[in-house]
């Protein structure tokens, strides 16, 4: 028995779930950049005046500095956005506990962890209350909790991510 339906319906789940937090974290981001850019606007403007009334020394400094406050600013900004996108998706896939879609994912996990681990791999369900699986076998281990089945979503959207910067 194949896993790949069940595998593709749930990365296209996953998928569609990480994309509408994607196009919120898109408009969340959208706005904290653009307050940041206008932040990064004002401070350099300050900079910009001061330097006029002080040295060419004391400019440079000032610019510098707003520069790396701006920078800060951002990278911060995309550091909330992301981890938001994260925790939204997590949210989504751990609010499938306990409902007979999780049971059946956890059927299908397990078949999947003995197929890749033998039939005599310890399974434990649900650890950690993070829903999926984990399964080891030996000094082997597979991971299929929720955490790592959305962390992988996450990582497979690669570049589509990164567009929320844009």
Known sequence: M???PLRQAYLERARLAAEAALTQARAEAAALVEAARREADALMAEARRQGEENADADVARERALAGRHARAVLLTA????YGELRRRALQAGLALRGRPEHRALVRRLVTQARAQLGPGARIEVDPGGQGGIVAREGA???????VALVERSLESLGGAVEQLWT
């Not at 995309?78 to 956005?81: F, G, I, S, V």
């Not at 082997?140 to 929720?146: L, S």
Request: net charge positive; aromatic share 8%; glycine share 0%.
């Open 140 to 146: 082997r281990r597979v991971d299929y909790t929720m």
């Open 78 to 81: 995309r550091r909330d956005a």
């Open 2 to 4: 194949s896993l790949e």
